[in-house]
């Protein structure tokens, strides 16, 4: 499969009726593609949906159904057959772009590319085009030496770059991090040295937290909508020994560092998130399915009493 040229055909959708999507298209000097679906553009729901769709390479489905969680009226569902390359060697935010003023979290298949991340290395995924297709998490469009840069380091002509830009506190911003539920869950498994390629299907939902202009508590309540009311399913091909070892260590509710809202975590590390836990970062209850033997585990709880304080800014 090639990731990009997947991602691509979202990116098409997006430039051929931005209207459509309340997206504003533009190039860079060097002709870089550049889409913003919530940093001066408007976005709004199906913008955010194509966003997180995108930022799976089109191996996952997203969806808006209804829920009585936390106060909100709306939850987001993400489901993939292709779990490995769809949430770890695209969705996965783990390249940090800064360039002079620039500040970016870069997602998508373009990761790939670039295999700047030791993740990349060490799943041995790997992507031949000469398109690149990335997802920046940012405040500011791109300007050219940044969007050259990116271009340089993924190994194609500027022109060939396609970069989807929204802010933390759009809708489509915050759409596509809660659509990240089955991703969390498949790093914490990597983390907990699992054989994530065992799992064969996801499925997840998590609550849409009310936006906020603020970024800070825009992260603080993406993050808590995983973290504290995200819901996962994962069907594994693996032994049962080692779905009950593995199981209790999944939620976020392992950490250490659970019980806080997020927003509260983060300012009490001075926004370095290298002082958080790393094994917060799960969904708040995830079950297990064997494909073995039919068997299913459920580990973790839902917390609505911190969901509703950090949706509510009762923090």
């Not at 499969?1 to 991602?7: E, F, K, S, W």
């Not at 260590?249 to 926004?271: C, D, H, N, V, W």
Request: aromatic share 6%.
């Amino acid at each position: 499969m090639n990731l990009n040229c997947m991602a691509l055909q979202h990116a098409q959708k997006l430039l051929s009726d931005p209207c459509k999507f309340n997206a504003q298209v533009s190039q860079s000097a060097s002709g870089t593609h550049l889409i913003d679906l919530g940093v001066q553009a408007h976005g709004g729901l199906a913008a955010g949906k194509l966003l997180a769709e995108a930022c799976l390479s089109g191996l996952g489905e997203v969806n808006f159904v209804p829920t009585q969680l936390a106060g909100v009226q709306t939850s987001v569902t993400v489901a993939t057959d292709h779990p490995v390359q769809a949430c770890m060697g695209s969705q996965y935010a783990g390249w940090q772009i800064s360039i002079d003023k620039f500040f970016g979290m870069g997602s998508g298949p373009m990761r790939l590319l670039a295999k700047k991340e030791p993740l990349i290395k060490e799943l041995q995924i790997n992507d031949t085009s000469d398109v690149a297709v990335g997802i920046l998490e940012t405040a500011q469009i791109p300007c050219d030496k940044v969007c050259t840069q990116i271009a340089e380091q993924c190994g194609v002509s500027p022109e060939k770059l396609y970069l989807l830009v929204a802010k933390t506190s759009s809708l489509a911003g915050h759409i596509q991090i809660v659509a990240r539920s089955v991703e969390t869950a498949m790093h914490k498994l990597h983390e907990l040295k699992f054989d994530i390629n065992q799992v064969k299907s996801g499925f997840a939902s998590a609550p849409l937290p009310p936006i906020s202009a603020d970024d800070v508590v825009g992260i603080g309540r993406t993050n808590d909508a995983i973290l504290y009311g995200g819901q996962v399913t994962l069907w594994v091909d693996a032994e049962d020994q080692l779905i009950e070892e593995i199981g209790p260590q999944l939620p976020s509710s392992a950490s250490a560092m659970y019980g806080k809202p997020f927003e509260t975590i983060l300012r009490e590390a001075k926004f370095d998130f290298y002082k958080i836990d790393p094994l917060l970062f799960s969904p708040a209850k995830i079950q297990l399915a064997s494909l073995r033997t039919g068997r299913s585990w459920t580990f973790g709880e839902v917390n609505e009493k911190i969901l509703d304080a950090s949706f509510q800014g009762n923090i």
